[in-house]
């Protein structure tokens, strides 16, 4: 019995080519399937070292803060400027002030401006001086933080620089 051309062709050509097809779609289920079980595996471990780093970083930033409250600099002007002092002795106290919070801007990667406000929310020191002055009273987490004792937090956009931000704010205790 004699095989024709295109029997040859479909038994030892077609065929096997047909079960490679075969062999590859289940072989790239497969793949696909550890593939993707893998990213998630990757992205729930970064996930968590990041957040892991966010904490460390909450954590050392809420410290900076928490002493920059007790800052002699911050207190003095803040006193001076509450007790109506001569413009002189509250432009130098401001100065100083000022000269702190650009230093602990400076030192500290992870702020991106640092400031005080009066009671009502007006900026009164900045590290960044076009701050000086806006009014951020009407703002929630100034308002939590006012209104709590402790930190407010807001992500946004700074309004001075236009960079989106997670703004923290904490009450001065003078």
């Known amino acids: 019995m004699k095989m024709r051309l295109l029997t040859k062709m479909l038994l030892f050509v077609l065929v096997p080519a047909l079960i490679g097809l075969v062999v590859a779609a289940v072989n ?5 399937n550890t593939l993707r079980a893998q990213l998630m595996e990757d992205l729930d471990t970064m996930a968590n070292l990041q957040l892991s780093e966010l904490r460390t970083a909450s954590t050392l930033l809420r410290g900076v803060l928490r002493s920059t409250t007790d800052v002699p600099q911050i207190v003095a002007y803040l006193e001076a400027l509450a007790g109506g002092a ?3 002795t509250l432009k130098e106290l401001e100065q100083r002030a000022t000269s ?3 230093d602990m801007n400076d030192n500290y990667s992870l702020l991106d401006g640092i400031g005080v406000t009066d009671p009502a929310g007006k900026i009164v020191l900045h590290s960044d001086a076009p701050s000086v002055g806006l ?4 703002r929630q987490y100034f308002q939590e933080s006012m209104r709590s004792g402790d930190y407010g937090v807001e992500d946004g956009q700074n309004k001075t620089n236009k960079r989106t931000a997670s703004i923290i704010s904490l009450p001065v205790k003078a």
């Open 100 to 102: 702190y919070l650009r």
């Open 86 to 88: 001569p413009a002189d």
């Open 28 to 32: 790239y289920g497969a793949s696909r």
């Open 135 to 138: 009014d951020i009273g009407g």
